[in-house]
C-alpha cells in the first residue's frame, strides 16, 4: 500500500497521515517531506541553511533538492509500504516519484485529497501551535497554556510560514500545483471532505484505504 496525501496548508494532511500511520502499524509509515525539511533547518545543516529561508516565504524549495531528500527516506524505510505527506508538490516530482518507484518495483495505490473550505483553514493556521519537543499540532483556541497532551512540554511555537500573508501566498502557490496533481493521478485520487472534525475525517480516509484492499 504505498498512498499519497495531498491538500492546502492546514487542511490537516499532516494529522490525517500520522492517525493512518497509527492505525496501519508496521504496514506503511508516513514520510513528511515539510517535517524532514524543518528538522534540516532546527539541525542547522548545509540543506538547513539552503532552505531555511525559502521555507519562509511559503515558495517551494528546488525540486533537485527535495527529490534528493525523498530518495534518501524511501531508501531507508522499514515497512513494506508509505503514505507520503508533502511530496509530490509538481509535476516534474510526481514524474520522478514515477521512475524512482518503478525501480522499486512499486507504484502509487492511492491520493488522498483533502478539500477544505478556505475560511475555515485561515482561522486554523492563524491559530496553529507546534509543540518544539514533539511537534504535534494544536490550536490556540483550545490551548490554553496547558502541557502538550503527548510529551508534557510547555513549550509551543508557532510556525514561521503560519503569518497571514504567507498563508495566502502559500495558498495561490497550492491551487497551481494541486490541479496539476489531480490531473496526473486521474482515478488513482479519493476526495476527501476535510471539513469535518478530526475523528470523523480519519473514519472515512480508513474505510476508503481498507476498500482499495478488498
Ligand atoms: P508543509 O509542512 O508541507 O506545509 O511544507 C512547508 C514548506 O516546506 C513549504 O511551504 C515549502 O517551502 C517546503 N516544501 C515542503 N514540501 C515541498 C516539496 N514537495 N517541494 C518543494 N518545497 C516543499
Not at 23 to 37: A, K, N, P, T, Y
Amino acid at each position: 500500500m504505498n498512498l499519497l496525501i495531498f491538500g492546502a496548508p492546514g487542511s490537516g494532511k499532516g494529522t490525517q497521515a500520522r492517525l493512518l500511520e497509527e492505525s496501519m502499524r508496521g504496514v506503511i509509515s508516513v514520510i513528511s517531506l515539510g517535517d524532514l525539511l524543518r528538522n534540516e533547518v532546527a539541525s542547522g545543516t548545509e540543506v538547513g541553511l539552503e532552505v531555511g529561508s525559502i521555507m519562509r516565504t511559503g515558495e517551494l524549495v528546488g525540486d533537485p533538492l527535495v527529490c534528493e531528500v525523498i530518495l534518501r527516506q524511501l531508501r531507508k524505510m522499514e515497512t513494506e509500504g508509505f503514505l507520503l505527506d508533502g511530496f509530490p508538490r509538481n509535476l516534474p516530482q510526481a514524474k520522478f516519484l514515477t521512475v524512482v518507484l518503478e525501480l522499486l518495483g512499486k507504484e502509487i495505490t492511492a491520493v488522498l485529497k483533502l478539500d477544505v473550505d478556505t475560511d475555515v483553514l485561515v482561522d486554523r493556521l492563524l491559530a496553529r501551535m507546534v509543540c518544539a519537543e514533539c511537534g504535534s499540532v494544536s490550536n490556540a483556541r483550545f490551548h490554553d497554556g496547558e502541557a502538550c497532551g503527548k510529551c508534557g512540554s510547555t513549550n509551543y511555537a508557532r510556525r514561521d510560514d503560519d503569518a497571514e500573508a504567507v498563508i495566502r501566498h502559500r495558498f495561490s502557490v497550492y491551487e497551481v500545483w494541486a490541479a496539476e496533481l489531480e490531473h496526473y493521478y486521474g482515478e488513482k485520487v479519493l476526495l476527501i471532505d476535510g471539513n469535518r472534525p478530526m475523528d470523523e475525517v480519519h473514519a472515512d480516509i480508513e474505510h476508503k484505504v481498507n476498500c482499495l484492499n478488498n
